[in-house]
């Protein structure tokens, strides 16, 4: 086992200690991270002296060969080493002998698992974006094709005013594309370097801090050593954000959960995106929409826990921090792989647009609109209300709908109805006289989808 320390120590470390302490068997994902910030460290220390040329240039070009033949599997990572640092570490000393161990000068495993460590989701915003991008494309086609798609809009899962698949999508659209600017925002908040930060109070050596934090793209260096090591908040913010997508992707599964019942049939979920049931051989199962509403629990508990293990560490850096790793790996994962797969299943998603129209008529959504109606005739709007009220009342007994009444029926509850009322409350003009910016009619939703799509060009 390769390990860092020991001077000091009289004994061997217990196996049990050892591997309880160890972080290898997770933080080898960071071994291209490491392997990059230790390559800008060296090239920092030879700039200020520290090293020679040559020796930054053997230790450079050893640490690529290093990841080389990590990445073409000619190399396996030695889990019986302590961590992915020790690790790169073991190897470089392997090759170079005492150039080697001259890589950690004026560094602590402290400023380098904070820098590793940003360097990794500083990636990982970057590639979570690229993907809610992507799914945003999806659901831009979907708005588009389905402007005149009629459907009911919900209030506490009841029947409210008619809108169109396009404006329902389009409320998701907006919701993903805050997802991707919270995603930026972070980014412009953590993009600084620790390196340099040491163990906790700097170093002793002329470090060029700002020469690293360039090579290594950040805005800068951090300001505060102790902070520079201890800092997770970024961490925090990312699965706080992360969360936030699971939030949004959760309502929409539930949505399409619903939409596919049975007792909806409001769209198809395609055969390759369901399952089926060992028993029951008629099921076919929106599993996928289940699972990534299920795993949102999961992606807030890393939240939670991190937030638990941040509360109560004194600064600076504590072994408390390393399970930031797990965490964050974890919720990472699992978010990309719900946004790709909930992507797939929308894209293939069957809507049946009579289903939809259908119940869209069927549960006086355009109540409001008789009511408008009247008071476009001089009603008050209470009064209004109370006429189309009783409408309502008398539909419901005999089973039909306002717009299956007869004239002579309405003018006995209101002398005020003509015969322009029929067109008043019918499906399209509820939903195309809603003109308002934000509005579910294709006049208004046109001019969203123009600017969402300039937005997706532009981002
Ligand atoms: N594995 C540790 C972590 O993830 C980094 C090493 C720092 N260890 C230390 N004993 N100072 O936080």
Same mark, same amino acid.
């Given at each position: 086992m390769a390990q860092l320390w020991g001077g000091r120590f009289t004994k061997e470390t217990d196996q049990l200690v050892y591997d309880f302490n160890a972080s290898i068997k997770f933080d080898k994902k960071l071994y291209r991270e490491d392997i990059v910030g230790s390559k800008a460290h060296v090239k920092m220390l030879a700039k200020v002296g520290i090293l020679t040329d040559k020796e930054a240039l053997d230790?450079?070009? *050893?640490? /690529?060969?290093?990841?080389?033949?990590?990445?073409d599997g000619s190399l396996v990572i030695d889990e019986t080493c302590e961590d992915i640092h020790s690790f790169v570490e073991a190897c470089l000393i392997k090759k170079l002998g005492d150039t080697g161990k001259k890589l950690h000068t004026g560094r602590s495993r402290n400023d380098q698992v904070a820098l590793d460590m940003r360097l990794y989701i500083r990636k990982k915003l970057e590639e979570i974006d690229v993907e809610l991008k992507d799914f945003l494309g999806v659901i831009l086609?979907?708005? &588009? *094709?389905?402007?005149?798609?009629?459907?009911?809009?919900?209030?506490?899962?009841?029947?409210?005013?008619?809108?169109?698949?396009?404006?329902?999508?389009?409320?998701?659209?907006?919701?993903?594309?805050? !997802?991707?600017?919270?995603?930026?925002?972070?980014?412009?908040?953590? &993009?600084f370097c620790p390196l340099g930060s040491g163990a906790l109070a700097g170093t002793t050596y002329n470090l060029d801090r700002e020469y690293t934090a360039e090579l290594l793209g950040f805005y800068g260096p951090t300001l505060n050593s102790m902070d520079g090591v201890s800092d997770? !908040?970024?961490?925090?913010?990312?699965?706080?954000?992360?969360?936030?997508?699971?939030?949004?992707?959760?309502?929409?599964?539930? *949505?399409?959960?619903?939409? &596919?019942?049975?007792?909806?049939?409001?769209?198809?979920?395609? !055969?390759?995106?369901?399952?089926?049931?060992?028993?029951?051989?008629?099921?076919? @199962?929106?599993?996928?929409?289940?699972?990534?509403?299920?795993?949102?629990?999961?992606?807030?508990?890393?939240?939670?826990?991190?937030?638990?293990?941040?509360?109560?560490?004194?600064?600076?850096? @504590?072994?408390?921090?390393?399970?930031?790793?797990?965490?964050?790996?974890?919720?990472?994962?699992?978010?990309? @792989?719900?946004?790709?797969?909930?992507?797939?299943?929308? !894209?293939?998603?069957?809507?049946?647009? /009579?289903?939809?129209? &259908?119940?869209?008529? @069927?549960?006086?959504?355009?109540?409001?609109?008789?009511?408008?109606?009247?008071?476009?005739?001089?009603?008050?709007?209470r009064d209004a209300h109370g006429i189309v009220g009783r409408i309502v009342l008398y539909c419901i007994e005999k089973n039909i709908g306002i717009e299956d009444m007869k004239l002579s029926e309405l003018k006995s509850i209101s002398d005020v109805f003509e015969d322009d009322i029929y067109d008043a409350i019918s499906l399209d003009t509820c939903v195309n006289t809603r003109l308002t910016i934000g509005a579910p009619s294709v006049e208004a939703m046109k001019n969203s989808i123009k600017k969402e799509t300039e937005y997706l060009k532009n981002s």
């Open positions: 230790i450079e070009n *050893e640490l /690529d060969n290093i990841l080389e033949s990590i990445e086609r979907i708005m &588009n *094709e389905n402007l005149t798609t009629v459907m009911p809009g919900f209030t506490h899962l009841q029947k409210a005013q008619p809108i169109t698949v396009a404006h329902h999508f389009g409320a998701y659209f907006e919701m993903f594309k805050r !997802d991707r600017q919270r995603l930026f925002d972070i980014k412009e908040r953590m &993009n997770r !908040d970024y961490v925090i913010e990312f699965l706080s954000a992360l969360s936030i997508i699971m939030m949004h992707l959760s309502r929409f599964s539930e *949505e399409v959960i619903i939409w &596919n019942s049975n007792e909806y049939q409001f769209v198809e979920i395609d !055969d390759a995106y369901s399952t089926g049931s060992s028993i029951m051989p008629q099921k076919k @199962n929106p599993d996928i929409a289940e699972l990534v509403r299920g795993k949102t629990g999961r992606v807030y508990g890393t939240l939670m826990s991190l937030l638990t293990t941040m509360k109560g560490i004194p600064l600076a850096y @504590n072994k408390d921090m390393q399970e930031d790793k797990e965490l964050a790996f974890d919720a990472i994962d699992t978010v990309k @792989n719900c946004i790709i797969l909930f992507k797939g299943m929308i !894209d293939t998603l069957k809507f049946n647009k /009579d289903v939809m129209r &259908n119940s869209a008529k @069927n549960g006086f959504t355009n109540a409001t609109d008789a009511a408008d109606y009247l008071v476009k005739h001089g009603v008050p709007f």
